[in-house]
């Protein structure tokens, strides 16, 4: 079973970010001009994420013609391909992890799925990625991960071993009975032993923050799946405020 360590860093937000309005004409665009992005689905077919859950789409290309789509569905981790062929623009097959979920996210899953499926147009709209298929009504809406929450990890010994892997989060925490409600997160690669602190730059889409809720950052340090280390503390901050220490504690054997 996977161990969530406890969190570092507690991040109260007093207000809302408001989303932009565009007044402007939708910007076609193609999906070369969107990778090395991380997207995050606001709505799709005018309805939000259920649960607020993190739906993303990340796009990479692989040649001038084709490239490759995956990301967190609403229940799934999907992957698939793209083409462009003569200015015409299509999804592959997409497939997907087979994990079930509760009815209302299975329910979007499908029409995220069949969306996607259909789409062969991409509009830039402010600072929206409207993916819809031309001339038809279903359109999943994406925002890009704008934010940053910058900071260090630290292990209470002071070192981090070769081939570990270190995964930061930032999550919900407004409620301690729910699960929780992972906001960003960022995964850092440590190929050789590192002796003193990691830095991270862990990005994240501010129309998932809400007025009123309580954020946390967590970390886990792992080295082929095995839990080493671990968020303990809490410490207060504001996401306005500048970069954070974080500490890790090791994890003791049961």
């Known amino acids: ?5 406890r969190f570092a860093t507690v991040l109260t937000v007093s207000s809302m970010l408001a989303a932009c309005s565009s007044t402007h004409k939708p910007v076609v665009v193609t999906p070369d001009m969107l990778q090395g992005q991380i997207w995050v689905m606001s709505s799709i077919n005018g309805e ?5 859950k993190r739906i993303t789409m990340e796009l990479a290309q692989g040649s001038a013609s084709q490239g490759k789509i995956n990301g967190k569905g609403p229940c799934n981790s999907y992957f698939g391909g793209y083409q462009i062929e003569k200015g015409d623009f299509s999804f592959g097959r997409i497939g997907s992890t087979m994990m079930a979920c ?3 996210v299975m329910q ?32 999943i809406v994406f925002m890009a991960e704008t934010g940053r929450v910058k900071g260090q990890v630290q ?7 070769r081939n570990s892997q270190v995964m930061i989060r930032l999550s919900d925490v407004s409620k301690q009975d729910a699960h929780l409600q992972v906001i960003g997160e960022q995964k850092i690669r440590i190929k050789g032993e590192i002796h003193g602190p990691v830095a991270f730059d862990l990005p994240y ?7 009123g809720h309580s954020y946390a950052i967590s970390v886990e340090v792992r080295q082929n799946g095995k839990l080493l280390y671990t968020s303990q503390s809490h410490y207060p901050l504001n996401l306005d405020k500048a970069a954070l220490d974080v500490k890790a504690e090791p994890v003791k054997s049961m």
């Open 48 to 52: 939000a994420p259920v649960g607020g």
């Open 155 to 161: 292990t209470s010994t002071g070192s981090f071993p």
């Open 108 to 139: 979007q899953e499908m029409a995220f799925h069949t969306t996607l499926q259909k789409t062969n147009q991409m509009l830039m709209d402010g600072r929206q990625l409207i993916l819809k298929e031309a001339g038809g009504q279903d359109s």
């Open 205 to 211: 889409a501010p129309h998932l923050i809400q007025a």
């Open 102 to 104: 509760r009815e209302p």
């Open 1 to 5: 079973m996977r161990t969530i360590g």
